[in-house]
């Protein structure tokens, strides 16, 4: 791993999960360093959080391909003329091909607001609370061709209280992944963290099937 690991992220909306990375990076310890942020969304507010942190933002219009396929492969030529060690995505709302995952393999974050392998997919708060779930929480993962499916880095579990709604466990949620998606990309920029033949490896440990698990 380089001295410095660069890190392209993709957004497509307000980008409040690239601010806790800039915020986080910008300590001065971390040797992650952000070289590009790109949406699909030329109007994603997380678009201004880049600029006004001095990196480099691209907007890409899914809607000016003719398949997911084309898109994916603009995309691809856009994301490696930054150089990424690492991709990271946050709040990307598109479905991406089994070309794109695997060319960055073993390089591709992504984080989901639930406890994977509960609640693929979207309405995950509301999901939790009509099961009668006691806990509930956020994961960052490995992406694989499986839809939130890859392998479990870190979780952020939380209890569920009796007057939760969906949206005040999404708030409450959303706090812990501004906590743990940074602390995911420094373990990897660290080279602490990677993905090998055993699975997701931390300091040269593999991690159990549930990731690592901050309880709040």
């Known amino acids: ?14 980008g409040s999960n690239l601010q806790a990375l800039i915020d986080d990076i910008q300590t001065g310890d971390n040797p992650a360093r952000i070289s590009a942020v790109i949406s699909n969304r030329a109007d994603a507010y997380g678009l201004e959080r ?7 933002a691209f907007s890409l219009d899914h809607r000016q391909f003719a398949d997911r396929e084309a898109f994916d492969a603009a995309l691809i030529e856009l994301i490696d003329q930054n150089s990424p060690d690492l991709l990271v995505l946050a709040g990307f709302m598109r479905i991406l091909t089994s070309g794109f995952v695997r060319h960055y393999q073993g390089r591709l974050l992504n984080i989901h607001p639930s406890l994977l392998p509960k609640y693929k997919g979207l309405h995950t708060h509301q999901r939790a609370l009509e099961a009668g779930d006691g806990e509930h929480g956020c994961s960052v993962h490995f992406v694989t061709e499986e839809l939130d499916g890859g392998p479990l880095v870190l979780q952020s579990v939380l209890l569920v209280n009796a007057d939760d709604t969906p949206a005040s466990l999404a708030e409450r949620v959303h706090v812990q992944e ?39």
Do not use: K
């Open 50 to 56: 880049a600029r006004a942190a001095g990196i480099p």
């Open 178 to 216: 501004h906590v743990i998606y940074p602390l995911a990309v420094r373990w990897f920029a660290q080279g602490r963290l990677h993905l090998g033949t055993q699975g997701v490896m931390l300091d040269d440990q593999p991690l159990p099937a549930s990731g690592h698990q901050i309880r709040t």
């Open 1 to 14: 791993m380089p001295s410095t690991c660069n890190v392209v992220v993709l957004i497509s909306g307000s």
